[in-house]
Protein backbone atom coordinates (compact mmCIF):
# COMPACT_ATOMS: atom_id res chain seq x y z
CA UNK A 1 0.00 0.00 0.00
CA UNK A 2 1.09 3.00 -0.57
CA UNK A 3 2.31 5.72 1.75
CA UNK A 4 2.97 9.67 1.36
CA UNK A 5 4.73 12.00 3.98
CA UNK A 6 4.88 15.78 3.34
CA UNK A 7 7.70 17.85 5.27
CA UNK A 8 9.58 21.45 4.28
CA UNK A 9 6.96 23.43 5.98
CA UNK A 10 7.61 26.44 7.92
CA UNK A 11 7.17 29.74 8.97
CA UNK A 12 8.56 32.57 6.00
CA UNK A 13 8.31 36.34 5.73
CA UNK A 14 5.97 37.67 2.76
CA UNK A 15 8.14 37.25 -0.59
CA UNK A 16 9.84 34.29 0.70
CA UNK A 17 10.18 30.82 -0.73
CA UNK A 18 9.76 26.96 0.67
CA UNK A 19 10.44 24.04 -1.30
CA UNK A 20 7.97 20.62 0.14
CA UNK A 21 8.70 17.33 -0.15
CA UNK A 22 6.43 14.50 -0.31
CA UNK A 23 7.85 11.44 0.27
CA UNK A 24 6.53 8.09 -1.10
CA UNK A 25 6.61 4.73 0.27
CA UNK A 26 5.36 1.33 -1.43
CA UNK A 27 4.02 0.54 -4.91
CA UNK A 28 2.59 3.25 -7.11
CA UNK A 29 1.47 1.11 -9.81
CA UNK A 30 -2.51 2.01 -10.81
CA UNK A 31 -1.90 5.58 -9.65
CA UNK A 32 -1.39 8.12 -12.41
CA UNK A 33 -0.81 11.52 -10.81
CA UNK A 34 0.80 12.61 -7.73
CA UNK A 35 -0.99 16.47 -6.65
CA UNK A 36 -0.53 19.01 -3.99
CA UNK A 37 -2.91 20.08 -2.48
CA UNK A 38 -3.77 22.63 0.38
CA UNK A 39 -6.40 23.36 3.27
CA UNK A 40 -6.73 27.16 4.62
CA UNK A 41 -8.36 27.49 8.04
CA UNK A 42 -11.97 27.31 7.11
CA UNK A 43 -12.05 26.62 3.85
CA UNK A 44 -11.80 23.93 1.69
CA UNK A 45 -9.24 21.64 0.32
CA UNK A 46 -8.01 23.40 -2.93
CA UNK A 47 -5.99 22.04 -5.62
CA UNK A 48 -2.56 23.43 -6.42
CA UNK A 49 -0.30 20.85 -8.69
CA UNK A 50 0.18 17.72 -10.43
CA UNK A 51 2.61 15.11 -11.92
CA UNK A 52 1.55 12.19 -13.92
CA UNK A 53 3.61 9.29 -12.99
CA UNK A 54 3.73 7.95 -16.45
CA UNK A 55 5.78 11.14 -18.46
CA UNK A 56 5.98 13.41 -15.52
CA UNK A 57 4.05 16.04 -17.55
CA UNK A 58 2.53 18.68 -14.74
CA UNK A 59 -0.47 20.42 -14.10
CA UNK A 60 -1.03 23.83 -12.68
CA UNK A 61 -4.54 24.92 -11.21
CA UNK A 62 -5.00 28.49 -13.05
CA UNK A 63 -4.82 30.61 -9.51
CA UNK A 64 -1.23 29.08 -8.67
CA UNK A 65 0.60 29.12 -12.33
CA UNK A 66 4.04 30.87 -12.05
CA UNK A 67 4.95 30.58 -8.31
CA UNK A 68 4.97 26.84 -7.59
CA UNK A 69 6.77 24.85 -9.86
CA UNK A 70 6.59 20.66 -8.68
CA UNK A 71 8.78 18.51 -10.23
CA UNK A 72 10.00 14.89 -9.40
CA UNK A 73 12.77 12.65 -8.53
CA UNK A 74 11.97 9.09 -9.38
CA UNK A 75 14.97 7.70 -7.90
CA UNK A 76 14.14 9.36 -4.67
CA UNK A 77 10.80 8.49 -4.87
CA UNK A 78 9.77 12.15 -3.95
CA UNK A 79 7.78 15.04 -5.16
CA UNK A 80 8.75 18.20 -5.25
CA UNK A 81 6.89 21.81 -4.86
CA UNK A 82 8.90 24.52 -5.06
CA UNK A 83 7.07 27.81 -3.69
CA UNK A 84 8.27 31.28 -4.20
CA UNK A 85 6.81 34.52 -3.77
CA UNK A 86 4.95 33.74 -0.78
CA UNK A 87 2.10 35.77 0.23
CA UNK A 88 0.10 35.46 3.40
CA UNK A 89 -2.79 34.13 1.58
CA UNK A 90 -0.83 30.93 0.70
CA UNK A 91 -0.75 29.88 4.68
CA UNK A 92 -2.37 26.61 5.17
CA UNK A 93 -1.28 22.60 5.64
CA UNK A 94 -0.12 21.63 2.30
CA UNK A 95 -0.92 17.51 1.22
CA UNK A 96 0.12 15.87 -1.31
CA UNK A 97 -2.17 12.49 -2.32
CA UNK A 98 -2.04 9.84 -5.06
CA UNK A 99 -4.95 9.68 -7.95
CA UNK A 100 -6.24 6.38 -10.10
CA UNK A 101 -8.86 8.99 -11.68
CA UNK A 102 -7.48 11.73 -12.54
CA UNK A 103 -3.78 12.99 -14.22
CA UNK A 104 -4.22 17.02 -13.39
CA UNK A 105 -5.14 18.83 -10.90
CA UNK A 106 -8.87 17.77 -9.85
CA UNK A 107 -11.58 17.91 -6.94
CA UNK A 108 -9.55 16.58 -3.72
CA UNK A 109 -12.27 13.32 -3.83
CA UNK A 110 -10.52 12.22 -6.66
CA UNK A 111 -7.24 11.99 -4.94
CA UNK A 112 -6.44 9.18 -2.21
CA UNK A 113 -3.50 7.97 0.36
CA UNK A 114 -3.24 11.62 1.64
CA UNK A 115 0.08 12.30 3.85
CA UNK A 116 -0.31 14.06 7.77
CA UNK A 117 0.36 17.63 5.81
CA UNK A 118 3.22 20.31 6.48
CA UNK A 119 1.82 23.49 7.96
CA UNK A 120 2.90 26.73 6.03
CA UNK A 121 2.66 29.77 7.49
CA UNK A 122 3.85 32.98 5.65
CA UNK A 123 3.81 35.86 7.90
CA UNK A 124 5.97 39.13 8.91
Known amino acids: QVQLVESGGGLVQPGGSLRLSCAVS????????IGWYRQAPGKEREGISS????????FYADSMKGRFTISRDSGKNTVYLQMNSLKPEDTGIYYC?????????????????WGPGTQVTVSS
Open 97 to 113: ATSSIARGVAPASWYGN
Open 26 to 33: GSTAGYFA
Open 51 to 58: ISLSDDRT
